[in-house]
């Protein structure tokens, strides 16, 4: 793989299994050193994407190719080239931290003189300094999802594919397990994450929204949040919240309304309802109306705005 | 290559280290085994509960009876007055046998006629019948032969005397026919495929529902390496275990071992490999370790009863026997009797031990090809 070449190419990738369709024409270019997230809820075919790129399932339509290699033809060719995390926490619960490196290494074949090094590399990655002769199933999650962080990139794969890393980890570690996936990807490291947590989308350099096996929208968080709504974000405090929701979404020149926390969040077309004529549709129905203003939107608003919406999508592959 | 194969051995190792049960598990159910068979497993009949009714109160009648009496394969349980309280000795289930001898035995005997003795055998247990019969008509012959000539000479009967053939029985191997010397043998092989078998399946089912085995096939380990590391150390406890229940089999129930330790050694490291390879085949059917339960309890009974453990495969109809040709245990208790007992060598042994071969290489060829590194 040379500089120029994408680290992943995918081509109208398809995975069917029996009549579902799990992944649907997914097309994107991932460059080298990006890191890319993929947004989506569960079962929108994320991980399935992923593990077609490790070769882990043969695609039934389109192609894709990793480091350069096709991922259907040549799959252990890709397989050098990748680290690859699970969603299930995947390592030997009753080794020791050290053992399971030691294991991943001799499966990954690191060279003798780089052993000891790469280990010590992966050890003080994870913050597991102290901790490496302890069984790794008395480890917290965050230390676990480090290790195996760690035991992926003992080989130092030029590609990383992580699947939902940080789910059912608490916030703290979160943080630090995305400070990671940063100081790797400053290194070089092209990165592609999935994730449903939506705040985690905002440390990506580029995110592409699934849903339902397609991708719906592929932009950098700032482009999508300003270009994909269509429309101006609104917030309002009122109650009760949901005669609100039903009055508001009724109302002309509304493109869309969802309840947030005790707000609510509406979209009106450019130039047509302002503040005020928002508040008095609302209190026309006798709704108790607080604080309404202009915000700017969050990536959630933006994923709900387009699943709303419904796939007139084939411009999301651009 | 070998790094690969050893880390995964190493891996293997450690964990069965930590694992304190499977210390448990891979000794103690099979010298419990090893004990209940070699002290159930056996078809002589000792004691067999039987009532008595005597009609003729002679002295002919009852110097029968004391020959039963007298022998250690039965025991009176009653001395039935009518014939209503036979038939109800036997329906209890208190009695198994019944011996009537009706009035007129004593003269009949005299007389040189036919003297019949009724016997009645329970046989809901076909087997214990069977051989309790057998029984029966040695005693009776025996009496037969001691009281019928005096009986004729009294008689003074003309006839000629009848040609006589003996049949004089010399077993081979086993003077005794000791049936512990049969089934010890069978039971190591039975016992260690049971064993292997079962934990070679779950070992790579159990990766693949935890999930590392889906870690270890995006590396790019070669599915040979992965399934070496996954099937030597069970090959090696199987040498263990085979090991340990032979000693415990030559040492405390003194069976004897007459024959070539190393062509012990060859046939039962085929064998293994064969019983390996099933395992890992077996595995390559099953997403869970529930569905490689019933795989593994679906394919090891049949395997049980068609090796000739117990059932000899002469017996079988011709189908089945065509079915036991799959079988490795078949092979291996041919070979392991024929070694313990018989003392024979490579020369004798060689079809079964290829067979075994044969087999191992089958079933691993097809367990290689099966273990695709991908989840579809």
Partial sequence: ?318 | MYERIAVMLMKEFIQLKRDRWAKFRLVVPLLIQMLVFGYAATFTVHHVATTVLDLDRSQASRALISRFVASARFQVVDWARNQAQVTRDVNDGRAVIALVIHAGFAKDLEDGQQAPLQVIVDGTNSNTALIALSYISQIVGLFSQHTAPTLRRTAASAAAPAVRITLAPRPWFNDDLNERWFFIPGVIGTITLLQVVSLTAFAVVREREVGTLEQIMVSPIRPVEFILGKTVPFFLIGLGDVTLVSAFGILWFRVPFIGDPLVMLVGTMLFLLAAVSLGLLLSTFSRTQQQAFALNFFFVNPLFILSGFAFPIAAMPAWLQGVTVVNPLRYFLVVIRAVFLKGVGFAALWPDLGAMALLALVMLAASVLRFHKSLD
Wanted: aromatic fraction near 6%; proline fraction near 4%; hydrophobic fraction near 45%.
């Fill in chain 1, 1 to 318: 793989m040379n500089s120029s070449t994408p680290a992943v190419v995918v081509d109208r990738l398809t995975k069917t299994f029996d009549d579902f369709t799990a992944v649907d024409g997914i097309t994107l270019t991932i460059g080298q050193g990006e890191v890319v997230g993929f947004i989506g809820p569960n079962g929108a075919g994320k991980s399935t994407t992923l593990r077609m790129l490790c070769g882990l399932l043969t695609p039934t339509a389109g192609r894709a190719t990793v480091a350069g290699y096709d991922v259907a033809r040549e799959p252990e060719k890709v397989r050098q080239n990748i680290g690859y995390m699970s969603q299930k926490f995947s390592l030997y619960g009753d080794l020791t931290v050290r053992e399971n490196l030691r294991f991943f290494a001799g499966i990954y074949r690191v060279r003798r003189e780089d052993l000891a090094s790469r280990m010590e590399f992966a050890i003080r990655m994870a913050g597991l300094e102290g901790r490496e002769d302890v069984q790794v199933t008395t480890l917290a999650g965050g230390w676990k999802q480090r290790l195996a962080l760690g035991c992926a990139i003992l080989h130092r794969p030029p590609i990383l594919f992580l699947d939902e890393p940080t789910s059912g980890v608490e916030p703290e570690a979160r943080r630090r397990f995305w400070d990671l996936i940063h100081e790797l990807a400053a290194d070089g490291v092209t990165i592609l994450v999935s994730t449903h947590y939506m705040d985690e989308a905002e440390y990506c350099n580029r995110i592409a929204l699934i849903n339902q096996g397609r991708l719906i929208a592929l932009g950098t968080p700032r482009a999508l949040k300003g270009s994909r709504l269509g429309g101006q974000l609104v917030e309002i405090a009122c109650a009760p919240l949901g005669r609100a929701l039903a009055r508001i979404s009724a109302a002309a020149g509304v493109l869309d309304a969802a309840i947030f926390g005790d707000r609510l969040h509406v979209v009106v077309s450019e130039g047509g309802l302002d503040l005020g004529g928002l508040r008095q549709i609302l209190a026309d129905g006798g709704i108790q109306v607080g604080e309404a203003r202009a915000v700017s939107p969050s990536l959630e608003d933006v994923f709900v705005r387009i699943v709303a919406r419904k796939p007139d999508v084939p411009g999301a592959a651009a």
